[in-house]
Nanobody, 121 residues
C-alpha cells in the first residue's frame, strides 16, 4: 500500500514562514498530481495548491504570491513553502498524491494524516 507522511506544521506568528513536507512511500509505480488541501472546523476541505508531473502549478487565489508548491520526483515528496502567513491560514493541512501502483492501473488518490498550522496575530 501507499503511505503519505507529512511534517513541518506548527505555530508561527503572522508574517512568518513555514515549510511543509509530504513523503510518499510504498508500492509506487508513478505519481501524477500532488497537492495540498486545508480544512478548518465546520468548513469543507479546500485546495491550496497542486503540482503536476511536469511541474505545472495551480494555487487558490488567497495564497498566490505567498505560498510555493514544489516536488522532488526522485524522493516522491511534495513541499509547500508558506511565506507571509496570515491568521486565516490557520488550518489542518493535508497532502495528497495521485498514485499508479502499476503501469496498467489507473491512479488512485491517497491522503496524508494532516498537520496543524496555527498562525497567531
Amino acid at each position: 500500500q501507499v503511505q503519505l507522511v507529512e511534517s513541518g506544521g506548527g505555530s508561527v506568528q503572522a508574517g512568518g514562514s513555514l515549510r511543509l513536507s509530504c513523503a510518499a512511500s510504498g508500492s509506487i509505480f508513478s505519481i501524477n498530481t500532488m497537492g495540498w488541501y486545508r480544512q478548518v472546523p465546520g468548513k469543507q476541505r479546500e485546495l491550496v495548491a497542486e503540482i503536476t508531473t511536469d511541474s505545472s502549478t495551480n494555487y487558490v487565489d488567497s495564497v498566490k504570491g505567498r505560498f510555493t508548491i514544489a516536488r522532488d520526483n526522485a524522493k516522491n515528496t511534495v513541499y509547500l513553502q508558506m511565506n507571509s502567513v496570515k491568521p486565516e491560514d490557520t488550518a489542518v493541512y493535508y497532502c495528497n498524491a495521485d498514485v499508479k501502483l502499476t503501469v496498467w492501473t489507473r491512479a488512485t488518490r491517497y491522503w496524508g494524516q494532516g498537520t496543524q498550522v496555527t498562525v497567531s496575530s
